[in-house]
């Protein structure tokens, strides 16, 4: 299982762009790297996915080098509802995946 | 579509006292999943189902059990607890097209052993 490292926590303001970066050095090549929000007391949300370049939705951007040893989220222009944890998840389609222990990002006013 | 329903929402045990968590989906997923999420670790995967009859381990599955008799329920057995299964417990359903997949995690159950 690919290890994954994540900041612990990350502070912002209103209207400013939030990358978080993750680390998984051991990624495996069917692994895919998602990203889940979560508030408290309710279960992740999936917010994006991808496999390798560069992944773009509605709410974020997902950067992934070549190497695709790490990937940072971005998040893009954030307001106070966005405020929670970020995990980034590593793995297959059969199960083999690890979560990193998560990102608490909170954004000021 | 309710998604993913998960009961209780809250329980609290005594040691050595066995129970089940349970939990439903209603968006025909073949893939379901519990985890546990403890402070400072993020998830962890006990045990997994793929479909109907069919479950394996995941990363922590001692202490638990799991069947999967139908595409719907996936309910996760306790058989003696013990403080240190303390946790807060989500299920997830999940589909996948290939080159994507997409899990749906229920609203978590928090359990407490004494």
């Known amino acids: 299982l690919a290890k994954t490292t994540q900041p612990i926590s990350m502070d912002s303001y209103e209207g400013q762009e939030v990358n978080i970066t993750c680390s998984h050095n051991?990624?495996?090549?069917?692994?895919?790297i998602t990203w889940y929000q979560q508030f408290p007391s309710q279960g992740p949300r999936f917010i994006i996915q991808?496999?390798?370049t560069k992944v773009t939705n509605e709410v974020a951007s997902l950067f992934i080098p070549a190497d695709r040893k790490s990937s940072t989220l971005s998040l893009p222009r954030v307001s106070l509802s966005d405020t929670a944890v970020y995990y980034c998840l590593v793995g297959d389609l059969n199960y083999k995946l690890s979560f990193g222990a998560g990102t608490t990002v909170t954004v000021r006013a | 579509n309710a998604g993913v329903t998960q009961t209780p929402k809250f329980q609290v045990l005594k040691t050595g006292q066995s129970m089940t968590l349970q939990c439903a989906q209603d968006?025909?997923?073949?893939?379901m999943s519990w985890y546990r999420q403890d402070p400072g670790m993020g998830l962890r995967l006990i045990h997994y189902?793929?479909?109907?009859?069919?479950?394996d381990q995941g990363e922590v599955p001692n202490g638990y059990n799991v069947s999967r008799s139908t595409t719907e329920d996936f309910p996760l057995r306790l058989l003696s607890a013990a403080p240190s299964q303390t946790s807060v417990y989500f299920c997830?359903?999940?589909?996948?097209?290939?080159?994507?997949?997409?899990?749906?995690f229920g609203p978590g159950t928090r359990l407490t052993v004494t």
């Open positions: 051991n990624i495996a090549t069917n692994d895919y």
């Open positions: 991808g496999y390798k």
């Open positions: 189902s793929v479909g109907a009859g069919i479950t």
């Open positions: 997830a359903s999940s589909y996948s097209t290939g080159d994507h997949y997409e899990q749906y």
């Open positions: 968006m025909n997923h073949e893939y």
